[in-house]
């Protein structure tokens, strides 16, 4: 029997995949390749570069902890920068030499008898590894079409935020901006005043908070450069977030009872539902605008949307607010279930993703683990489920970086670097061991989902009791699979020391099968 191609296949080339490398690299595993769809690292900032992309918390923060970078040029870094970021440590690293670019994995096989997982990639010779880490973030896919009647008879420009052309001139257009998720916020922002008309269709209003951003000062960059001040601030906010949120929300308030966080509730979002009118009150000068801006919905129940341009290009003759449903797209513009037509020469679809959330983003027949075990079925029948958010008993051998009741912090970068630790160490140990193959146990595993079950009910109540809610943290299933339910200082001290008792490490036996799990 030959061996695998490689000992391990990390499969994405954004955060998730540089972190995963890096931790590899410390322990002296250099036998892995990257295989990224896209043409190069980066991940979501590759593929997004549309107008007024940012991040939308501290750059301090949104980093490599590893990887400190002094030369940022804002507080809250624009998108092309976190990029170049992005590829200039994948360079530091040597990680281009175990790139695999343009090549899109689309099936996952693990075999019993060699303790490999085959990977089939689009058009190329498949590979097999020992090891799989899913590294393909959280937001998996463009939805693959605007599910609005009509559009195909457009007549003319469609763009996504993540296909933008760059070289599409707004100037003088007349541009609606379907979504006011994140992504359409920034654009709108950016677009309001360049463009001729800016038609904004919003569907549900979200929580646009205003955001600290300012140039960084020399002297402030080289604060940031310092060794560890990057780990400091960092560990810094973890306890903040862990004593002022996440500490009260799963270990005080969620010892009450159901009927009292509900009376409760609706309190706590009243009076953030005051502030921002007063906030919508002080920056935006059309009462009926100011109207259709307060969401129904809880504030913690949905992303936060940071940013200082999207109100005041409200009070622009130019730009509009539209709330009312869309009916059709006509071969010249829109047209909303009041009979307005309004005329178009580009509509931006910022209609979101395939979320890792979603049961749908999963397909049958991609991911396959022991014994026929379909990772798409079980999710589509019995809901998500994971152990620690990475790992499943069924699949060998393999953790994925973004999986259910998995995302815990503040930072994409801090929670990837938690997730990929977890994985890492587990094969550490299968490789010290001489284990051919680890799985978490069923039993460990039934245990944990029972436990973050137990402890996720204040969110489960939270999210699903607010009205008019249209976010990725409740699925079709209506479950809310987004949050770990802990905080962020035991999950990190999870990944590095959650029990090896919970995993079964086997070898192949003189039949080269492997040993059933205790």
């Known amino acids: 029997m030959t061996g695998p191609d490689f000992e391990l296949a990390i499969i994405g080339g954004g955060p998730g995949g540089i972190t995963t490398a890096h931790l590899l690299q410390e322990r002296g595993i250099t036998d892995f390749v990257i295989i990224e769809r896209g043409s190069d690292f980066g991940g979501t900032w590759r593929d997004n570069h549309y107008p007024g992309l940012a991040v939308d918390i501290p750059t301090l923060s949104y980093q490599f902890p590893f990887a400190p970078n002094p030369n940022w040029s804002r507080f809250l870094a624009p998108g092309p920068e976190i990029q170049q970021y992005l590829r200039d440590t994948a360079q530091r690293l040597g990680l281009y030499q ?32 020992r090891f799989v880490i899913s590294a393909v973030g959280g937001f998996v896919n463009a939805k693959s079409r605007v599910d609005i009647d009509g559009v195909d008879e457009f007549g003319g420009t469609i763009l996504r935020p993540n296909d933008w052309d760059d070289s599409y001139d707004i100037r003088g257009k007349r541009v609606a901006v379907i979504g006011t998720g994140s992504s359409g916020v920034q654009i709108s922002a950016a677009v309001s005043g360049v463009a001729d008309c800016v038609d904004i269709y919003q569907r549900t209003p979200g929580w646009v908070l205003p955001k600290v951003d300012f140039t960084l000062p020399p002297l402030l960059r080289r604060v940031f450069g310092m060794p560890g001040c990057v780990r400091a601030v960092n560990a810094a906010i973890r306890w903040a977030v862990d004593a002022a949120i996440l500490m009260p ?30 906030l919508l009150r002080a920056v935006v000068d059309d009462p009926a605008t100011r109207r259709v801006l307060v969401p129904q919905y809880g504030i913690l129940a949905k992303s936060v949307i940071i940013s200082n341009a999207f109100l005041p290009a409200l009070n622009r003759s130019s730009t509009n607010l539209i709330a009312t449903p869309i009916r059709r797209i006509t071969h010249n513009g829109i047209e909303t279930t009041d009979g307005v037509v309004r005329d178009v020469d580009l509509i931006v679809a910022a209609t979101g993703y395939e979320m890792w959330t979603d049961p749908e983003t999963y397909r049958p027949g991609t991911i396959l683990g022991r014994n026929g075990f379909d990772l798409a079925q079980e999710y589509q029948t019995s809901g998500l489920r994971s152990y620690a958010g990475t790992c499943r008993p069924e699949l060998p051998n393999r953790w994925e970086i973004v999986g259910p009741l998995g995302f815990v912090g503040y930072s994409w970068f801090d929670y990837v670097e938690t997730m990929a630790s977890h994985a890492v160490r587990l094969i550490d140990e299968a490789r010290r061991r001489g284990a051919d193959a680890v799985w978490v146990t069923t039993d460990a595993f039934e245990i944990w989902d029972a436990e973050m079950r137990r402890r996720g009910r204040i969110v489960r109540l939270y999210v699903t009791a607010c009205p008019g809610l249209n976010t990725y943290f409740v699925n079709s299933q209506g479950e809310t699979a987004y949050y770990r339910p802990q905080t962020i200082t035991g999950s990190r001290r999870f990944s590095r020391r959650s029990p090896l008792t919970d995993y079964q490490f086997t070898t192949r036996s003189a039949d080269n099968r492997l040993e059933n799990p205790r």
């Open 98 to 129: 175990h790139l695999r670019a343009d090549s899109n994995v689309i099936r996952q096989t693990w075999d019993d008898e060699t303790a490999m997982w085959h990977l089939d990639i689009e058009g190329q010779q498949p590979i097999t590894a």
């Open 249 to 278: 929300m799963f270990h005080l308030l969620n010892r009450l009872p159901d009927r009292v966080l509900i009376t409760a509730m609706p309190y706590f979002d009243s009076w953030f539902r005051l502030l921002y009118r007063l």
